[in-house]
């Protein structure tokens, strides 16, 4: 079941009905959200339930067990200097004999048990990412000794973004920041939420750098008041879905296939190149816009997950605007432990690129992510280099094109394995040495020039809420009426599947 099916937007809208009918009972509405949630999740598979709420429990009683240590570590920070004698005092400092006994309790394994439950969720999430690959690689090994291991394993629905969600939860609790919110229920919900389970955004457990957390707002009283940017959003997610990346993909496909027939011209290969980036950010974006509209009918708001991504002028600004709680999560749990740019030019050029392998490998365990994860993390170390020799900026538009072009290239390797990218580049390469440059070179231009004109749009949603807004009810309706109608007239048949599904 997806978003688009006719099963699950009937459902939604009697659940939408029977959801705000409980508007003055928050408890009653989050009782309802889970129990949505976990039947969106049993409509694809029990199995991926039956792993989502274990892996809840061990969640909640882990956070438990932080939450006592952090109260600890934040007692002992008030009070550095505590020292036996306190004990003593005939004033009866209850707080300092309360913190010695803390520190003779639990401070030792503190930080220990922090990174033993972080571990746990990351081996749990690497049990089922990486279990093909490391069956491939191990079983002979256990077939020697006579053991027998499942060939595979199924991938659980949208397990990598509850786990790093509960990596931020876990934290949170750690630091104090989920005193109100810190109740099973809350957190079931938070790590099934239905609308975001599938595609994201990662939401987090408690407010950071402009981020609002999804977590507390299961316990806050909701109003609808968004319909207008519902709306929208939705049309948005429709045309990016329906129209741009369900009419691109084929087409993309099909360039990529004959390349090993050797029947594809230059242009149409770079064509389709500069076009997968496209059909990707169209297809991701697009669910992103249709979770983001799900969860405002219920009265949540997620984290935006993109801004204008093909807009950026070089590949730092990419990522700041490309997968942006990814890139915040990665920021924040992988490159700033690692010294982050603290440590020197070199050490942080290092701490760059070790970040960027690593969220190669999350995508998958083969070649291609890592090399795909590394070019990104090359293209920012010589951006930090250009940037440190204080080289003359090139013209904004050059910039666009450049980061565009580089960016394009990337994704070879991110939606082909390492075999098929490099045929790909051959047939590139060999079509351009032959000057087979084909018909489609005034296309490939078009696009590019799309490309430095596509920051124009900034401003554009907000113009659409704002239209919507200040009309009547009557045309608003006819306008949507017409606006669906045209998206249905042109959309090719069958329902969009998720590219990032696998992820």
């Given amino acids: 079941m997806t978003f688009f099916s006719p099963e699950f937007v009937l459902l939604f809208l009697l659940f939408f009905v029977i959801y705000w009918a409980a508007k003055n009972f928050v408890s009653m509405q989050k009782l309802l959200i889970l129990f949505a949630s976990y039947a969106f999740i049993c409509a694809n598979s029990l199995y991926f339930a039956l792993v989502l709420f274990g892996f809840t429990c061990a969640v909640f009683v882990c956070g438990k067990y932080l939450q006592e240590h952090g109260k600890l570590v934040r007692l002992l920070e008030q009070s550095p200097k505590i020292s036996e004698d306190l004990v003593n005092n005939t004033q009866n400092n209850s707080q300092s004999t309360e913190l010695i006994s803390y520190k003779n309790k639990f401070a030792p394994t503190s930080n220990l048990a922090l990174g033993v439950i972080i571990g746990f969720c990351v081996l749990f999430l690497c049990f089922f990412k990486y279990y093909d690959f490391f069956y491939g690689v191990f079983a002979g090994f256990f077939e020697f000794f006579g053991l027998s291991l499942f060939e595979s394993v199924a991938f659980p629905l949208g397990v990598s973004y509850y786990t790093f969600m509960s990596i931020t939860y876990l934290l949170a609790m750690y630091r104090g920041q989920c005193e109100r919110c810190d109740d099973f229920i809350s957190l079931a919900c938070f790590l099934a939420f239905f609308p975001s389970i599938v595609m994201g955004p990662i939401s987090r457990a408690s407010d950071e750098k402009g981020l609002r957390a999804l977590l507390p707002q299961f316990n806050e009283p909701k109003n609808f008041s968004c319909g207008d940017e519902i709306f929208t959003l939705v049309i948005f997610a429709c045309v990016k879905l329906l129209v741009i990346s369900s009419l691109l993909s084929p087409y993309v496909n099909n360039i990529f296939s004959s390349v090993y027939s050797s029947s594809s011209s230059?242009?149409?290969?770079?064509?389709?190149?500069?076009l997968y980036g496209v059909v990707l950010y169209a297809n991701f974006s697009g669910f992103i816009d249709m979770s983001r509209a799900l969860a405002l009918a219920l009265g949540f708001e997620l984290a935006q997950n993109f801004a204008m991504p093909y807009a950026a002028r070089n590949i730092r600004e990419f990522w700041q605007r490309w997968h942006i709680t990814l890139t915040t999560f990665i920021t924040r749990y992988i490159y700033i432990p690692l010294g982050g740019s603290a440590k020197g030019f070199t050490r942080t050029q290092i701490n760059v690129?070790?970040?960027f392998g690593l969220s190669g490998i999350w995508h998958g365990a083969e070649w291609n992510f890592l090399i795909w994860g590394l070019l990104h993390g090359v293209g920012l170390v010589i951006f930090n280099a250009y940037k440190a020799l204080a080289l003359p900026q090139l013209n904004y538009y050059v910039s666009l094109i450049l980061t565009y072009i580089f960016v394009s290239f990337a994704w070879?390797?991110?939606?082909?394995?390492?075999?098929?990218?490099?045929?790909?580049?051959?047939?590139?390469?060999?079509?351009?040495?032959?000057?087979?440059f084909g018909s489609q070179t005034a296309l490939v231009i078009l696009l590019l020039a799309g490309v430095g004109l596509y920051h124009k749009c900034a401003g554009f949603f907000g113009f659409c809420v704002h239209m919507l807004s200040c009309m009547p009810i009557l045309l608003k309706a006819l306008v949507l009426g017409l606006v669906f109608s045209m998206i249905i007239a042109i959309m090719p048949s069958g329902i969009p599947s998720f590219i990032y599904a696998s992820f």
């Fill in 266 to 274: 230059a242009s149409q290969i770079l064509l389709a190149i500069l």
């Fill in 353 to 355: 690129l070790i970040a």
């Fill in 412 to 436: 070879i390797f991110f939606a082909n394995d390492f075999d098929n990218s490099l045929v790909i580049l051959k047939g590139l390469f060999a079509a351009l040495g032959a000057g087979n």
